[in-house]
T-cell receptor, first 114, second 114 residues
Framework: DAGVTQSPTHLIKTRGQQVTLRCSPKSGHDTVSWYQQALGQGPQFIFQYYEEEERQRGNFPDRFSGHQFPNYSSELNVNALLLGDSALYLC?????????????FGPGTRLTVL | SQQGEEDPQALSIQEGENATMNCSYKTSINNLQWYRQNSGRGLVHLILIRSNEREKHSGRLRVTLDTSKKSSSLLITASRAADTASYFCATDDVGGTSYGKLTFGQGTILTVHP
């Protein structure tokens, strides 16, 4: 049973560029959440996708957008990259059945903005 | 914003000793989860405790939850060098539009010396 997978593992971009990160949820899961983790900090919630819709959003600017596909996989897009966007981006999957449930995290994508 | 605050920020012990980490949070929660992270990689789920539970065990792990004090503790018994990692608590807060938006603390860095 495959767990949560993310691609790419590492990415280097320059300021002003755009980036797309990808996530495949754990088998059987229909909800994907994205988190940003700066060095030395805990992860911060960006947004959550369920049934191809953004269901919740954290305090992140509109430069951060996402998408969920019919197979439940998801993309995170960041436009007009800033140096401060350098971080580990984590994807988590769960069942969106409206009850509390465990979230399973992928290995993350390390984004460096130069 | 950070909800949980872990204490201590760093903990250094010898193999075989017990390690206790504490987490405090601010708002009412649906559940609290503990995660482990090795060297800036993905988060590994350890245990979930629901708001109506007071204690939970999983192998060498024991978690307590005191909702009146808005605090939780994670005890790792008979620690091993392989337990060296960062440990985070994460709360799933009541009042969100749906479940699954986790709010993380800044983590406790545990070092277990052989």
């Amino acid at each position: 049973d495959a767990g949560v997978t993310q691609s790419p593992t590492h990415l280097i971009k320059t300021r002003g560029q755009q980036v797309t990160l990808r996530c495949s949820p754990k088998s059987g899961h229909d909800t994907v959440s994205w988190y940003q983790q700066a060095l030395g900090q805990g992860p911060q919630f960006i947004f959550q996708y369920y049934e191809e819709e953004e269901r919740q959003r954290g305090n992140f600017p509109d430069r951060f957008s996402g998408h969920q596909f019919p197979n439940y996989s998801s993309e995170l897009n960041v436009n007009a990259l800033l140096l401060g966007d350098s971080a580990l981006y984590l994807c988590a999957s769960s069942l969106g059945r409206g009850i509390t449930d465990t979230q399973y995290f992928g290995p993350g994508t390390r984004l460096t903005v130069l | 914003s950070q909800q949980g605050e872990e204490d201590p920020q760093a903990l250094s012990i010898q193999e075989g000793e017990n390690a206790t980490m504490n987490c405090s949070y601010k708002t009412s929660i649906n559940n609290l989860q503990w995660y482990r992270q090795n060297s800036g990689r993905g988060l590994v789920h350890l245990i979930l405790i629901r708001s109506n539970e007071r204690e939970k065990h999983s192998g060498r792990l024991r978690v307590t939850l005191d909702t009146s004090k808005k605090s939780s503790s994670l005890l790792i018994t008979a620690s091993r060098a392989a337990d060296t990692a960062s440990y985070f608590c994460a709360t799933d807060d009541v009042g969100g539009t749906s479940y699954g938006k986790l709010t993380f603390g800044q983590g406790t860095i545990l070092t277990v010396h052989p």
